[in-house]
Structure formats: structure tokens, C-alpha cells
């Protein structure tokens, strides 16, 4: 599981109503954390979703078949995005922000 290694960290994943979280009993059980579903059409309340959705659509279109999108572009594109700076982080990166985490973690 990819987040397994971020076990300590994570508390909470707020999640879209989508598909792609209908396994969200394993997830929870291997990471004990909660998953949050928001209310259909409710986009407020999971803003760090619509945030990400919105980074995202700067590289593809809403109609992307990603079946057509090679692995190493979706890399790309999650490594460059880790390493953009945020206002929200006080003009850190997440990736930089999630190593500080790891080390203190392993301390």
C-alpha cells in the first residue's frame, strides 16, 4: 500500500464519493485512520480535494482517459506538484515538508 509508510502521519483522508474508494474498510484498517465522505455536491467540504482536482486539471482535462496516460507522466506530474511551493505551508513544499515528518518520526 503506498501510504503505509506514512502511517504515523496520516489521521484522515477526505475522500470524493468516487469509485475508487469503495475498498476504504481496508484502507482504514492498514493505516488506522478515518476516511471522510462529504455530502454529494458539497465541494466546500473537502477543499483540499477540489484543490488538488484543480492542480491537476492544469496538466489534463476533466474528459482525460488516463488509461492513455503513460505511469511515468503521472510521476512527473506528482513529483513537480510535491515540489511547489504553497502559500497554505508558509512558501514550503509538501515534499519537503513530509521528509521533516518522516525524520522527526524516526527520531
Known amino acids: 500500500m503506498v501510504l503505509q509508510s506514512y502511517k504515523e502521519v496520516v489521521h484522515m483522508i477526505p475522500a470524493d464519493n468516487g469509485k475508487e474508494f469503495?475498498?476504504?474498510?481496508?484502507?482504514?484498517?492498514?493505516?488506522?485512520c478515518d476516511v471522510y465522505f462529504g455530502d454529494p455536491y458539497c465541494s466546500w467540504q473537502r477543499g483540499l480535494n477540489e484543490n488538488?482536482?484543480?492542480?491537476?486539471?492544469?496538466y489534463w482535462s476533466k474528459s482525460t482517459d488516463f488509461k492513455k496516460v503513460s505511469q511515468s507522466s503521472i510521476e512527473n506530474v506528482i513529483?513537480?506538484?510535491n515540489n511547489r511551493l504553497r502559500k497554505k505551508l508558509n512558501y514550503k513544499t509538501p515534499a519537503k515538508l513530509m521528509v521533516v515528518d518522516m525524520v522527526a518520526?524516526?527520531?
Not at 22 to 32: D, F, I, R
Not at 52 to 58: P, V
Request: proline share 0%.
Open 22 to 32: 469503495a475498498y476504504h474498510g481496508v484502507l482504514t484498517e492498514h493505516l488506522k
Open 52 to 58: 488538488a482536482n484543480g492542480l491537476l486539471r492544469q
Open 105 to 107: 518520526l524516526a527520531a
Open 79 to 81: 513529483v513537480e506538484l
